[in-house]
């Protein structure tokens, strides 16, 4: 239960950290930030964060958080419910 938990806040995490990415951008100018999904670039981001003063390895710490996130959560259901059914021996 607690892997599933930590893969909960990881990817919570993740989703803080894009939204304030994205938010960065619409302030710049960029439109349609939100709407744009998974087609948001972050090569846009790296390219106009030394110009503004923003860190870049916040960006990667987002993508590990995700990776982290989706792992724990796999790893914490296969724990809990197991990878064999749980009925009535035949």
Not at 32 to 40: C, D, I, S, Y
Request: with cysteine; net charge positive.
């Amino acid at each position: 239960m607690l892997m599933m938990v930590l893969g909960i806040a990881f990817l919570a995490l993740g989703s803080g950290m894009d939204t304030i990415f994205r938010l960065r951008m619409g302030r710049l100018g960029h439109k349609w930030v939100f709407l744009r999904g998974g087609t948001f670039n972050y090569r846009e981001y790296h390219q106009v964060r030394s110009a503004n003063g923003w860190a870049g390895w916040s960006v990667y710490v987002m993508w590990a958080a995700y990776v982290c996130g989706l792992a724990l959560l796999i790893a914490g259901f296969s724990i809990e419910f197991g990878t064999h059914p749980r009925g009535r021996k035949l």
